[in-house]
Every structure is written in structure tokens, then in C-alpha cells.
């Protein structure tokens, strides 16, 4: 399997409820970070996980990293319509390379 | 708020054509990357560049690509020769730390190889 698998693939939620997103790696890290990208837009970066964190917070959104299992998950709390968007993480591999997962297609039904 | 600028937002070529895509990276930042996202996949890193020269590269960085910081301002990727599969969004981004480990993408550019 890839550096930065996110599952699942695709989901969709009412607004107001919470949606969960996971991501697996392979290799070990320093941080993860979670960003989100829009239809047809670029990335914007959400929150960044340093390896000896478990948790955090900003805002509606509560990332986890459990490093023994190699994976992380990001939640967005009373979800919104405008959180619709793709949703990656990123580790980065040596110094100078990013590797993004799969991500995971968040749908909110207005 | 300061952003990077991507030039042009799309961009049809013939294959075998060469393409440049073109960033304005936000000016005080000091690392700068390019990646690919094949419609509908993951974003794939293909190279990053500091100090003038490459940092790194991945295996779709062949000898077709290329990257450029020809003024100081601008960040550049050349494809010499297009290939049909070469079709997708291309994303420049740039950071001003690598303890920060943010990157600050632009739009993107829709390469479209006909």
C-alpha cells in the first residue's frame, strides 16, 4: 500500500453531524498535517501533528496520531456545507519531499 | 494575505509540444515545490528546490522536466516534450520554513495534452 492511504474514499453527512476521516503510513514520521483542497482549487493547509502529540485541536477540528499504528485521524465537528471539499494528509519523507495521501472526498448535504 | 500565483490557470498543448508553467511564490518564502494531480487522484510531488537548485526529486521527475528560478520572483516548470498522459493540474507551492512544514499552494494550472 501507498505513504498516506485516507479512508474512506468518500463520504457524506448531513450538516450538523461529524464527519471522520483516517490515514495510515507506512514510514516514520516527525508530523502529519491534514489539508483540504476545494473543487478544482489548491491545497490549504489545516493542521499539522508532530510525532510525540496525540492529539489536537483548532477550531471544529480534532486530529489524532497514534504513531504505533502508523495512522491518524481528523474530525470536523457540526459540519458545515462549506466543508465539502477533499480532505489529504501529508508526511514528509527526508527533507525535502511531501507525499499526500489518497484523501477523502467529504460531501455535506445541506 | 500574501498567496502564490500560478500562471496560466489553462493551458491546451499538442503533444510533443513544450509547456511552461509558471508561479509567482509568496516573496519571503525560500522553498518551493511542484506537483501533479491527475484528475479525480492523489497529488503527486514531483520536485522541490532551494537555494537554487533541486532538493529533491520522485521518479515522474524525468528528464522531460525541468524547473527554473530565472529572476528571483518567478518558479518555473518546463515540459519539453508533452505526452498525453502529462495531462493533469499542476500545483506550485512554496513555504518559508522547514520547521514550519506549511506549504502554501496556488490554484493551479489544467495542463490539457491533446
Known amino acids: 500500500s501507498q505513504q498516506g492511504e485516507e479512508d474512506p474514499q468518500a463520504l457524506s453527512i448531513q450538516e450538523g453531524e461529524n464527519a471522520t476521516m483516517n490515514c495510515s503510513y507506512k514510514?516514520?514520521?516527525?508530523?502529519l498535517q491534514w489539508y483540504r483542497q476545494n473543487s478544482g482549487r489548491g491545497l490549504v493547509h489545516l493542521i499539522l501533528?508532530?510525532?510525540?502529540?496525540r492529539e489536537k485541536h483548532s477550531g471544529r477540528l480534532r486530529v489524532t496520531l497514534d504513531t504505533s499504528k502508523k495512522s491518524s485521524s481528523l474530525l470536523i465537528t457540526a459540519s458545515r456545507a462549506a466543508d465539502t471539499a477533499s480532505y489529504f494528509c501529508?508526511?514528509?519523507?527526508?527533507?525535502?519531499?511531501?507525499?499526500f495521501g489518497t484523501g477523502t472526498r467529504l460531501k455535506v448535504l445541506a | 494575505e500574501p498567496e502564490v500565483t500560478q500562471t496560466p490557470s489553462h493551458q491546451v498543448t499538442q503533444m510533443g509540444q513544450e509547456v511552461i508553467l509558471r508561479c509567482v511564490p509568496i516573496?519571503?518564502?525560500?522553498?518551493f515545490y511542484w506537483y501533479r494531480q491527475i484528475l479525480g487522484q492523489k497529488v503527486e510531488f514531483l520536485v522541490s528546490?532551494?537555494?537554487?537548485?533541486?532538493?529533491?526529486k520522485s521518479e515522474i521527475f524525468d528528464d522531460q522536466f525541468s524547473v527554473e528560478r530565472p529572476d528571483g520572483s518567478n518558479f518555473t516548470l518546463k515540459i519539453r516534450s508533452t505526452k498525453l498522459e502529462d495531462s493533469a493540474m499542476y500545483f506550485c507551492?512554496?513555504?518559508?520554513?522547514?520547521?514550519?512544514?506549511?506549504?502554501?499552494f496556488g490554484a493551479g494550472t489544467r495542463l490539457s495534452v491533446l
Open positions: 501529508a508526511t514528509r519523507i527526508g527533507t525535502y519531499k511531501y507525499i
Open positions: 514510514t516514520s514520521i516527525n508530523n
Open positions: 501533528i508532530r510525532s510525540n502529540e
Open positions: 516573496s519571503n518564502h525560500l522553498y
Open positions: 528546490f532551494y537555494n537554487n537548485e533541486i532538493s529533491e
Open positions: 507551492a512554496s513555504s518559508d520554513s522547514l520547521a514550519k512544514n506549511i506549504q502554501y
